[in-house]
């Protein structure tokens, strides 16, 4: 495996990816739908005062990344991080090009590795165009004003960005590992639908699944855990507990999902 023949890989689908109306219109989403909300926000009195930070949120411009992080949290990023991971695979299938794929230069762990790093970028793109775009409007439509944050502290300026900067970085893990599970059904099923819709269905079961009352440790080892952790960062003091929990958590779930989805790969390319 080389990195020249693996940068080849990236630079092709990332050009595929250019031209499709779906990624396009998933970024611009992801750009547009915060100013939505602040705007929305603005034309009318009430606030989103059931979620974390809602109260907040007609004060602080730092609020809105924070009330979009956790909205996006249950809606958005299970399907961000599915969205381009469940289709990469099998859209050669549905096309027709795999086998012209193999024709190539490149390898097959070569074509895996530059198919995934297209997806993990994806993923991370997305989840940052949200973030930058949470964070403008609530700055440039409220201002930036102090953060009052969960224990009840006064967070300046500079305090109150890092807090948003940690909570977005912090769920791009989880985020990662939810890609990967996308990548291993696309391959496993040759479904585009399965490969993006599954993950989302998954995601929504393991959030009803935080509030069954059941054993604590199955809690932590649901994979959208990672996706709530940042909220020991809006503590004082921080309680890093549960971010260094979630993040091991989701870890060893991109490492069983990548190995199984390499694994399926290569076996059905010899079996073929």
């Known amino acids: 495996m080389t990195s020249r023949a693996v940068g080849a ?7 595929k990816l250019g031209a499709q109306w779906k990624v396009r219109a998933l970024l611009g989403a992801c750009a547009a739908g915060p100013v939505a909300f602040v705007a929305a926000i ?23 990344p924070l009330v979009v992080l956790g909205f996006a949290a249950i809606w958005i990023l299970p399907v961000l991080t599915s969205a381009v991971g469940g289709d990469l695979f099998a859209a050669d299938d549905r096309y027709g090009t795999w086998p012209t794929l193999l024709t190539r230069s490149c390898t097959r762990s070569e074509i895996f590795v530059g ?11 997305a989840i940052a165009v949200l973030a930058l775009s949470s964070l403008a409007a609530g700055v440039i439509g409220i201002g930036t004003q102090p953060l009052i944050d969960l224990s ?43 490969g993006t819709g599954v ?15 059941g054993p604590e440790l199955t809690r932590r080892l649901l994979l959208t855990s990672g996706f ?18 979630s993040t091991v958590v989701s870890l060893a779930y991109f490492l069983v999902a990548t190995g199984v989805a390499y694994r399926l790969l290569r076996r059905r390319e010899r079996a073929g």
């Open 228 to 245: 709530t952790a940042w909220r020991g960062l809006a503590l004082e003091p921080r309680d890093l507990r549960p971010l260094v929990w």
């Open 152 to 194: 009840g502290t006064m967070r300046i300026e500079e305090s109150a960005l890092a807090l948003v900067a940690g909570a977005w970085t912090s769920v791009l893990p989880a985020a990662w590992a939810f890609t990967a599970i996308a990548v291993f059904l696309s391959i496993a099923t040759r479904s585009s639908a399965a």
């Open 115 to 125: 198919k995934l790093a297209t997806a993990l970028a994806f993923s991370s793109l």
């Open 9 to 15: 890989v990236w630079r092709v689908e990332w050009t």
């Open 199 to 213: 993950p989302v269905v998954a995601s929504l079961i393991m959030q009803l699944g935080t509030y069954i009352d």
């Open 42 to 64: 603005r034309a009318q009195r009430s606030l989103p005062e059931d979620t974390l930070f809602g109260r907040g949120v007609a004060e602080s411009g730092f609020a809105t």
